[in-house]
């Protein structure tokens, strides 16, 4: 679909007492103001009689960019593969070494991200092969930064299963969660929160937060949750149902979609 439907360059021409040949061999001469009132006033006229020119206009602009966009996270996925996989201080669950891996974005702080914990639960329950890798991106404000930054400090003291179990308390837990809410959990746990308290200003922590933003940045990411499996970037909580779907069909024939 084009942007624009032919006008009758003709008929536009010799309204303006040009010809055709003069206005093909003048093309990068400015136009008097004459000239310029008489073409304003033709196109005017013309969109007047025919809207539907800016509709397609629009859809096809719209196209054009969700395009793009498309594109241009297939990129970020294929160069950013192994940041987004194996990261060194995401929370990995399900199968370490599953034969599937399915990212995501999320932040404490986020009520779409506490609902898709249900869904990822079920899916691991549910597909031994499938490996989980969830990243902290803290998006919501300062309280989630602090959480953050108190949640990469936990995996310098957690692995694996009791890592995800720590996670699982942080985003299940009432009300507004914050670096103090983030240490009472981590105590619970039996966590020395005088090393957490220390660790979640070091450099290493901020570089990991860091690297997260910069990962949803060039993935295009403009909240939360945002899952990525194979070559499909997924945002929001989409329900268990077209997440189990995609992984099918990556595991089938290595694309979101067969």
Do not use: W
């Amino acid at each position: 679909m084009s942007f624009f439907r032919p006008l009758p360059v003709l008929a536009l021409a010799l309204s303006l007492g040009v010809s055709a040949t003069a206005l093909a061999q003048n093309a990068a001469a400015p136009f008097t103001d004459a000239q310029r009132s008489a073409i304003e006033g033709i196109i005017k006229d013309y969109l007047i009689k025919n809207p539907e020119v800016l509709q397609d206009a629009m859809a096809e602009a719209e196209k054009r960019q969700v395009e793009t966009q498309r594109l241009a996270q297939g990129a970020a996925l294929k160069e950013s593969r192994e940041l987004l996989v194996n990261g060194k201080h995401d929370v990995v669950a399900g199968n370490p070494q599953g034969d599937i891996t399915l990212v995501e974005f999320f932040d404490y702080n986020c009520g779409y991200c506490r609902k898709a914990l249900g869904d990822l639960q079920a899916l691991i329950k549910a597909d031994p092969k499938l490996r989980v890798v969830i990243k902290d991106f803290p998006v919501l404000g300062q309280e989630s930064l602090e959480a953050s930054q108190v949640a990469v400090a936990v995996a310098q003291q957690l692995k694996g299963d009791k890592l995800f179990e720590f996670h699982q308390k942080l985003l299940e837990s009432k009300g507004r969660v914050n670096g103090a809410k983030a240490l009472d959990v981590a105590k619970q746990m039996g966590l020395d929160t005088t090393k957490l308290q220390k660790d979640m200003s070091s450099p290493e922590v901020k570089a990991v937060i860091s690297e997260n933003r910069g990962l949803g940045d060039r993935l295009g990411l403009s909240g939360t949750p945002a899952f990525i499996v194979g070559d499909e970037v997924i945002p929001g909580a989409v329900g268990v149902e077209p997440m189990r779907k995609t992984i099918a069909d990556v595991r089938q024939c290595g694309h979101a979609s067969c």
